[in-house]
Structures are given as C-alpha cells and as structure tokens.
C-alpha cells in the first residue's frame, strides 16, 4: 500500500503563492496516477487536480484550473502541486492519493495527513 506525507502548506496572503509536495514511501508510484484533493471545515473532501502515470495527462477542478499546476518527479518519487493566485476560499487540509477511473478522480480509501492551506484576506 502506498503511504504518502504531504508537506508544504502553511499561511500565505490572498493572491499569493504556495507549492505542496506529496512524497511517497513503500512503493515506486511512477506506475500510478496521483491526485490532490482538499477538505475545508465542515464540507467534504474534493477533487483538486491529478496526474497520469506518464506525465502527459493532467486534470482540474474548474475551481483551481489556469491557477494550480500538478507535477511529478518519478526520480524523487513526488508529486507536487503549484498554487498560485490563491484565495481565501482554497483554505483547507491538502491531502494527496492514489486515483483511478478516466477523469482520474476517484481516490483509494486510505489518506495521510495532509497539510494545512490557510489563505488570508
């Protein structure tokens, strides 16, 4: 099973920048696709953004899209996740997994962490 450790978050200004990445242990995830997803309090976790296995393929939330950037170094076995033009409303707990399905938004059931996205106004 892969384990993911989300690390990167922390408070940044409204219309600012932050870049999370996502390392793996256990396992080479080069053989999967890796989505971002984010819980805000008190709603549900959601899609952000994925990455196929040969970095070619991307899909985004309409939300996050021309603004977050999803990358991958199979090398480091991370995933990273650019952010930028953020707002208050992309505050939450990121977390990073394992996807499957064509649109690539469908994660395993088991989550790390996450690191926390606090956006100031």
């Known amino acids: 099973q892969v384990q993911f450790v989300e690390s990167g978050g922390g408070l940044v200004q409204d219309g600012g920048s932050l870049k999370l990445a996502c390392a793996a242990s256990?396992?080479?995830?080069?053989?999967?696709?890796v989505g971002w997803f984010r819980q805000a309090p008190g709603k549900a976790r959601e899609f952000v953004a994925a990455?196929?296995?040969?970095?070619?393929?991307?899909n985004y939330a309409a939300s996050v899209k021309g603004r977050f950037t999803i990358s991958r170094d199979n090398a480091k076995n991370t995933i990273y996740l650019q952010m930028s033009s953020v707002k208050p409303e992309d505050t939450a707990v990121y977390y990073c997994?394992?996807?499957?399905?064509?649109?690539?938004?469908?994660?395993?059931?088991?989550w790390g962490q996450g690191t926390q996205v606090t956006v100031s106004s």
């Open positions: 997994n394992v996807v499957y399905g064509q649109q690539m938004t469908s994660p395993l059931d088991s």
């Open positions: 256990r396992q080479d995830i080069s053989v999967y696709a």
């Open positions: 990455i196929s296995r040969i970095e070619g393929r991307t």
